[in-house]
């Protein structure tokens, strides 16, 4: 007759610990990011965001109501996906020094250049 064996108390039943550690994330050797940069990160994200969409808002009603150029509703929608992607980048790399912030520079000048292209219609 076989023994059968019984999991111990601190041990993983179904044995899957060593799986689920392979998936573990490193750990960090510090803390998450101050309050005080995250507040500056949103504060920013959230101006591009406002100005983002009254130039959205704008080309939509030109869009509807008026004859655009067969350019115009490309370049807007794309400056538009490149901009959003420039900002959520943002926060996805808040851990590093400057990467964040060249991102939203690079997500505000996608902006400028979105009013400055668009607004010539």
Known sequence: MQETQQPQAGADPAGLS???GAFRRPAVPRGGPKLRRLAALAGWAAAIGVVGLAVGVRGLILI???KTPG???PTLVTMGLVGIAATAAAFLTVQYRYVPWALLGL???DLL???IATGTV
């Open 113 to 115: 250049a979105s009013i």
């Open 71 to 73: 350019w115009y509703e």
């Open 64 to 66: 509807l109501v008026t």
């Open 18 to 20: 060593s799986v689920t």
């Open 107 to 109: 997500s505000s000048a």
